[in-house]
């Protein structure tokens, strides 16, 4: 049985936890001689008094252990419970969102998607602004944790073959699972700490070059100004979070590697090299149309393509121009970056490259065996077999995150809007990319003027596509519940 009461008394401290994140925007904007503090202290408040109760109402006196099972239930209920009490700040303070507008927010900072309901930015309270980077840095955090600590239990669609305890099917917590989580969370920090000097030395003030590193390395994608990273009209800083976003959307333990001194291991990992290839292809391709087609001069037309494809296939969602005006070949390009993503065991969403890799590696052998009908041969990933159950649940991962992705999009489209705006907002929240295609949504647009019902089609189908699907669908079966 699924012990709730343990997963609620966790739940408890991770609100505390949260409420105690929000002392620091409160410190800021009182030092700021912001009221907006007020707002901050109003929503640290509730949230605390809301975790002491869980933690409280949950605590038994027994040691508590841990199964996956717990896990899936904590993690689905601790990324809607953030996202629900994590938007108070934006209904208190100076913003008055509604709940809708606040969630949507919220759900959007914590899964990295990057879609934003505020608008005039620059006219906001320093708190605020750092607020919604804390809320993408944390969510990349808690990204990390679970694709190390959890998903390779629930073997969702290959994840398990990002760890090397994959091929245990037992499912007791493993102490090295602690460690692996750890040391990833240490590289994740000091890419943070690497992009913030960065881009300091590089001309941003040391608020603007943290609260943006966050959204960097977390390929989350909120900025301090409307304009996005074209707000900055910096080359420079272009390459610099352009170099940032792709090692954002790198394994993190590809650094734990290095670190170690396993270069040949990195060197040697195809995941790693495919999305490189897809890198350099599709700004090869934007490139030329932008300097063929729209008669840009080649430096600019370079830069501009590497910026938004790394962008958008990192699912981090800056924009340094509106990349809706290119075209129609670029824009395609786009809407296929959404669906590929980054690595699997990075803080990037959409299907992930390794899926893909492993798609195709599937399809050449089904091919071989077209031909060679007697011959046998095996898959194998990084020079180990894939069994056959990795290929089973790649192939259900992507099965649901299609349906999933035509259903969600029927469902935005009821609530009235058009097809572009549908599809592309599907797209971008299962993927978690932030904008999307479209005069509305598009890099240029703002989600503030979708409706209500939309908003919470699209925040559940970021939390979803965050959460990897199986995570939360998991929770609807009885086989769950019942042990």
């Given at each position: ?159 398990q073959l990002f760890r090397s305890e994959s091929s245990e099917k037992s499912e007791k917590p493993l102490p ?58 910096s080359p420079a800083l272009e390459w610099a979070a352009t170099l940032f976003m792709a090692l954002g959307g ?234």
């Amino acid at each position: 049985m699924v012990q709730v009461r343990a997963v609620l008394f966790i739940l408890g401290l991770i609100l505390a936890a949260f409420a105690a994140t929000m002392t620091i925007p409160l410190l800021f904007d009182l030092d700021h001689g912001h009221r907006n503090w007020e707002a901050f202290a109003e929503a640290g408040a509730i949230t605390l008094f809301a975790g002491g109760l869980l933690a409280g109402g949950g605590w038994s006196g027994r040691h508590i252990r841990f199964t996956p099972r717990e896990g899936f239930l904590l993690t689905t209920l601790a990324w809607l419970a953030a996202s629900l009490f994590g938007g108070l700040p934006f209904m208190f303070g100076e913003l008055k969102l509604s709940l809708t507008d606040a969630f949507f927010e919220t759900a959007s900072g914590l899964t990295t998607t990057g879609s934003t309901v505020i608008e005039k930015l620059a006219e906001r309270s320093k708190g605020l602004l750092l607020w919604r980077s804390m809320l993408q840095g944390i969510g990349g955090m808690g990204i990390v944790v679970m694709a190390v600590a959890l998903l390779p239990f629930l073997r969702v669609g290959g994840m398990q073959l990002f760890r090397s305890e994959s091929s245990e099917k037992s499912e007791k917590p493993l102490p090295r699972a602690a460690e692996i989580a750890a040391a990833t969370m240490i590289a994740y920090i000091a890419l943070l700490l690497a992009c913030t000097a960065v881009f300091w030395a590089l001309g941003m003030s040391l608020f603007d070059a943290v609260t943006h590193a966050m959204p960097t390395v977390s390929t989350g994608g909120f900025a301090n100004y409307d304009e996005s990273f074209a707000f900055f009209k910096s080359p420079a800083l272009e390459w610099a979070a352009t170099l940032f976003m792709a090692l954002g959307g790198l394994p993190l333990l590809i650094y734990v590697r290095m670190a170690l001194g396993h270069w040949r291991d990195v060197a040697a990992d195809s995941q790693v090299f495919w999305f490189l290839v897809v890198i350099a292809a599709a700004t090869l391709g934007s490139a030329l149309w932008l300097a063929l087609v729209k008669a840009m001069p080649t430096g600019d037309a370079v830069r501009l393509a590497a910026f938004n494809v790394v962008s958008v296939l990192t699912t981090t969602g800056f924009a340094s121009a509106d990349y809706n005006a290119w075209g129609g070949f670029p824009g395609i390009v786009f809407i296929m970056l959404m669906f590929i993503g980054g690595c699997a065991g990075s803080t990037a969403g959409a299907m992930k490259v390794m899926r893909f890799e492993i798609l195709g590696r599937l399809g050449a052998n089904t091919m071989r065996r077209l031909v060679h009908r007697r011959g046998v041969y095996r898959m194998s990933y990084q020079g180990k077999p894939i069994g056959d159950d990795v290929i089973t649940s790649v192939t259900i991962f992507c099965f649901v995150y299609f349906i999933s992705f035509a259903v969600l999009t029927a469902a935005v489209a009821a609530t009235g809007l058009d097809f572009v705006t549908s599809l592309t907002g599907a797209a971008q929240a299962l993927g978690n990319v932030g904008p999307g295609l479209g005069e509305i949504i598009g890099p240029a647009g703002n989600f503030k003027t979708l409706s209500d019902p939309a908003k919470w089609l699209l925040a559940i189908g970021m939390i979803l596509g965050r959460l990897e699907f199986m995570a939360i669908l998991v929770l609807f079966t009885r086989r769950f519940w019942r042990g």
